[in-house]
C-alpha cells in the first residue's frame, strides 16, 4: 500500500465505531517522520484516538505467531 500511496497520493480513509459513527477523510497523503504531527493528528479528534487505542490493543492480542487467527490490518 505504502508504494501506491507514494504514485497516487489521493485517496479516502473512513473510520466507524461499533455505534456507527464515523469519519471520512478524503485528500492526498504525505507521508511524515515528524512524530509532533502524527500526535498531533490522534489528538486532534477523539474517533481518531478511540481507533489509535483500539488499534494498539489489537495488536497486542495479535501476535505474529501463525496460531494467530485475528485479522489485523495496520
Known amino acids: 500500500m505504502f508504494k501506491e500511496l507514494n504514485a497516487e497520493p489521493n485517496c479516502e480513509m473512513v473510520v466507524a465505531t ?10 492526498a497523503v504525505e507521508f511524515t ?3 509532533e504531527l502524527k500526535q498531533q493528528a490522534i489528538d486532534s479528534n477523539e474517533l481518531v484516538k ?3 487505542k483500539l488499534r494498539k490493543i489489537l495488536h497486542l492480542k495479535c501476535s505474529p505467531l501463525p496460531e494467530c487467527k ?3 490490518i495496520g
Open 50 to 52: 478511540t481507533y489509535m
Open 70 to 72: 485475528q485479522k489485523y
Open 33 to 35: 517522520d515528524s512524530i
Open 18 to 27: 461499533h455505534e456507527f459513527s464515523g469519519l471520512r477523510i478524503s485528500g
